[in-house]
């Protein structure tokens, strides 16, 4: 009887291998050169970027709220001049008695409580001074006597 899987000298084949060469060292360097190491981006979580997003639109909403209500942050009180002018104006003629026919007064003077500033006024054809006291955060004030 013949051996099918013998060949024409009457020998055995060699079976072809059944495994592939062994893939390259992994510690050593790349036959194909040096290649940095891909970092992988850190995802971050859509909750933690949401809750850390909302917490700064808070405070920012909060300061500009407090800024915009509360006189001192962003707002500062002051005085319209040509109001002011009339008021030192009417005390004059009115409490006073005077003959005052002028008054000027330094514009942008800010509404702080204790405050005094200076105002000048024609008083009967004769320029005078009038010092003016803030009494209180709404505006109101006090003339004093021209000198």
Known sequence: MTNPYAGADGDFPTPAPRWAPAPPAQW???SAGSRP???RRRRVSRKLLIAVVGQVVAVVALVAV???VWPGYFVTKVFDTAA???GVLSVLRDDYQ???DLVACPPGRSVEV??????SAQVAGVPKT???TVLSSDGRFEVGRPQ
Not at 114 to 119: G, Q
């Open 28 to 30: 050593g360097p790349d």
């Open 37 to 39: 190491p891909v970092e």
């Open 66 to 68: 407090l800024g915009l």
């Open 84 to 86: 002011l002018q009339q």
């Open 98 to 100: 005077l003959d005052a």
């Open 114 to 119: 204790d405050s005094r500033f200076s105002c």
């Open 130 to 132: 009038v010092t003016v």
